[in-house]
């Protein structure tokens, strides 16, 4: 008979944080099926509360998972201070049990092992996701993560992920085309690479005065400046605002960048038509910036039951 598996308080908490979160889901989805598609005034005092709702849900989780965490602390503390006192004296009895235990046990069977290896291994990625909870709703990138969705949420937008591979803007840029629908704007990562490298060398005046080497401070040579150009162009190298500026001009077409603490970077205000939205972020991954990509909010009436 197999051993009942006896879930700790970490993965209990854990499991509560996300049936909260499938509820509240559920809840978000039947307010969005209660308003009509057309009723735009309604629909947007919708999404603020949406956010609202998220936003509380966030923190009651913070605080039950900070509360929890200071509760552990205490308790591991005492306990440390029992098994202290307790331990020269039970060591030897423990030993010798030990021993008449292995002794009676059966050996187990490699089916058995492998058993207990998965439920030892769920245990502990169940432990690790309560970890990460904590880390995450305590972190700036969860804080940015939340404020970046409200700003989103507002113009009916929210963020599409994208890959981060070093060629995150252009990949993001390469969406936000594709979403067009128009054969002649589309373009790939490689082609838009390429084309903005030719756009810098063709109009070396408008970019070189902002290329200064890092380690003397001077405005890069000739030769650094082709040299940047071509990584731009053959490497993942990654993409800022000189690149953007080339691309506004490249595709006749404005940009605008969101950020979670800041107001929009508007690049390319003189082409009149409808601006490329990205969504620029600090704290996405370990190696920090990062580009994602904007999407319209889906309606829970066509989307498939997650």
Known sequence: MEEEIVETPE?????QHRKEKKDMQAKIQSMKNAIPKNDKKRRKQMTEEIAKIEADLNEKHEEELMQFKSTTDTEVEDAVNGVETMKMEGE???EEEGEEEEAKQ???????KRRDKKAAQEKERESR???AEVQNLQGVRHQEGLKLAQKLAAQQLQIKEISSDGHCMYRAIEDQLAQRSKPALIMSVKELRSRTAERMRGHADDFLPFLTNSNTGDMYTTDEFEKYCSDVEHTAAWGGQLELRALTQVLHTPMEVIQADSSPIKIGEEFDSKPITLVYMRHAYGLGE???SVEQLKDPANAEDS
Do not use: S
Not at 106 to 112: F, G, H, I, V
């Open 106 to 112: 059966p050996r187990l069977t490699k089916a058995q």
């Open 290 to 292: 990062h580009y994602n």
């Open 92 to 94: 030897k009895e423990e």
């Open 129 to 131: 996701i309560a970890e």
């Open 11 to 15: 993965e209990q908490i854990a499991k």
